[in-house]
């Protein structure tokens, strides 16, 4: 069924996923995904053990299914150190508290795609990792197949940071994964393109400078060089005649 044979106006809200969504979330993943989550995954988002959740709902629905989830976003808090991407953000380990957030699953029933749900699912994650002090960074991975989800993440700000070979194993065949970071709270690359872009200056300006003074120093070596009985192809013809008439077997002048 397409968006189109909605026969209402969606009203869609966002509230945290609660054990009543057991079924339906357990469900939603298996329809979505092809990969199979314990259940005890399922028990941690519901029960809220160490993992934090939003779900979509369309209060608009008839029949009491005005409650039921029709998408979602879970995702857990992991210690920057820990993580496993220290190298792709400026780590200060002085601080070994800071804390990424990572989102672990997110996803939308079929017929109320292209809504905008996801995104709105994605800053609900956003909105709660800045409201973390320790924390610097979203993170996730997504298959590389699945072009609609990279280019909604691109659109949001995230970055691409790293492509990992063969990362997901999924009925036996291997698949890579784009990983992908939005920032928060300060934090950033260990390489901000303020940074690359100085370093890049830098780099030409020194190299600008090291040339100047090869050049200096050819003409300082050119100066003095020639002698006018000796004179080759350094000396222009013209020069070198009028050299030669001032010439006493000292260096030129």
Known sequence: MSNQEFSHHPTICYRPIQPSDLEVLERIHAEIFPIRYESEFFQSVVHGRDIVSWAAVDRSRPNGQSDELIGFVTARIAMTKEAGIGDLLRYDPSKPDQTLVYILTLGVVETYRNLGIARSLIRQVIKYASS??????????????????????????????????????????????????????????????????????????????????????????????????????????????????????????
């Open 132 to 253: 973390v002090p320790t924390c610097r960074a979203v993170y996730l991975h997504v298959i590389s197949y699945n072009v609609p989800a990279i280019h909604l993440y691109k659109k949001m700000s995230f970055k691409c940071i790293r492509r990992l070979q063969g990362f997901y194993l999924i009925n036996g065949q291997h698949y890579d994964s784009f990983l992908f970071v939005y920032y928060v709270n300060g934090g950033r690359s260990p390489c901000s393109p303020l940074e690359l872009f100085l370093a890049v200056v830098s780099y030409v300006t020194s190299g600008l400078k090291s040339v100047a003074a090869r050049i200096r120093k050819n003409e300082e070596k050119t100066a003095k060089w020639p002698k006018c009985k000796d004179t080759q192809s350094l000396i222009s013809m013209q020069t070198k005649r009028n050299i030669t008439t001032q010439c006493t077997g000292y260096e030129c002048v």
